[in-house]
């Protein structure tokens, strides 16, 4: 059967911490454990805005980071990649480490009119030189049976917009729509699809429909991570809402780039099943 029997996701990092000595800093680390029929998958999506944070974190969770089987990068920002050199060097073994292309293109944030270097903060060579596998991939790809990273996701949704990037094309600036961003889907038995983002760049509705086609399953149990809405209008906000609803999404779990206005509103729909995530949190299904 494509889906797995158990999933545990811990937050390594993120924005906020439910625990005074974990450290909390913009960005994101997810480690998830699927296990089937034996199996053991471990997962490192992201590795969070520095290795110090990510390995120490780890060590107070008791998460043993030394037995991840694949790194999976979101998308090419540094809150997302800086500590990727880092956990490759402390985990110490050949490990894939799985992106889209783009990702590691020179990439740019727009704050206030200015530029701001937004990308991966070190050289591909340096990558090169660690013990991490690049695996450059457009399309989706299958880890184990009920896992899968998404690949570039399609762009149908007609309120989800990228704004506030660049990046450099032929010597040019140019916008960055970030074809670079994926996502994680795992199908867990009993259940259902769930979700995983970085930031969803590409748009959380997107990023669904993508996972509906990829996994072939229509039921949309959990969607969980970044959902970049911080600064999005009230009107793609109750759009995204309303979104999830005809898509039957059961839980939430909002954390990182989603905004407190976005939060407030995806509690007053979904309740109880609606939690944010901060650093420390750990989700079983
Ligand atoms: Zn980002
Ligand atoms: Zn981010």
């Given at each position: 059967?494509?889906?797995?029997?158990?999933?545990?996701?811990?937050?390594?990092?993120?924005?906020?911490?439910?625990?005074?000595?974990?450290?909390?800093?913009?960005?994101?680390?997810?480690?998830?454990?699927?296990?089937?029929?034996?199996?053991?998958?471990?997962?490192?999506?992201?590795?969070g805005p520095s290795a110090d944070i990510v390995l120490q974190n780890a060590l107070k969770l008791n998460i043993a980071l030394k037995k991840v089987d694949s790194i999976v990068l979101s998308h090419g920002h540094y809150?997302?990649?800086?500590?990727?050199?880092?956990?490759?060097?402390?985990?110490?073994?050949?490990?894939?480490?799985?992106?889209?292309?783009?990702?590691?293109?020179?990439?740019?944030?727009?704050?206030?009119?200015?530029?701001?270097?937004?990308g991966i903060p070190f050289?591909?060579?340096?990558?090169?030189?660690?013990?991490?596998?690049?695996?450059?991939?457009?399309?989706?790809t299958s880890k184990a049976p009920g896992i899968w990273v998404s690949g570039e996701i399609k762009r149908a949704s007609p309120f989800e917009k990228v704004k506030g990037f660049?990046?450099?094309?032929?010597?040019?600036?140019?916008?960055?729509?970030?074809?670079?961003?994926?996502?994680?889907?795992?199908?867990?038995?009993?259940?259902?699809?769930?979700v995983v983002t970085g930031c969803a760049h590409a748009g959380l509705i997107n990023t669904i429909k993508q996972a509906q086609k990829v996994t072939g399953s229509s039921g949309v149990y959990a969607v969980i991570g970044g959902f970049h809405?911080?600064?999005?209008?009230?009107?793609?906000?109750?759009?995204?809402?309303?979104?999830?609803?005809?898509?039957?999404?059961?839980?939430?779990?909002?954390?990182?780039?989603?905004?407190?206005k976005a939060i407030t509103k995806f509690s007053k729909v979904f309740g109880k099943n609606c939690n944010q995530l901060r650093t420390g949190n750990v989700v079983t299904f």
């Open positions: 059967m494509n889906q797995v029997d158990r999933m545990r996701l811990t937050v390594l990092v993120e924005d906020l911490k439910n625990r005074p000595e974990l450290t909390a800093k913009h960005g994101l680390s997810f480690f998830i454990e699927l296990k089937s029929a034996g199996n053991t998958t471990n997962l490192l999506m992201d590795t809150d997302h990649t800086s500590g990727l050199l880092g956990v490759l060097k402390y985990i110490g073994k050949k490990v894939p480490v799985i992106a889209h292309p783009d990702a590691l293109e020179p990439k740019f944030a727009v704050r206030k009119k200015r530029l701001k270097k937004a050289q591909v060579s340096e990558l090169g030189k660690s013990s991490g596998i690049l695996t450059l991939k457009r399309g989706p660049k990046t450099v094309r032929r010597g040019k600036l140019v916008k960055d729509y970030m074809p670079d961003d994926q996502a994680l889907f795992v199908v867990v038995k009993g259940k259902g699809l769930v809405l911080a600064g999005a209008s009230a009107g793609r906000i109750n759009a995204t809402i309303e979104e999830l609803q005809n898509a039957g999404v059961k839980v939430v779990m909002p954390c990182h780039c989603t905004g407190k």
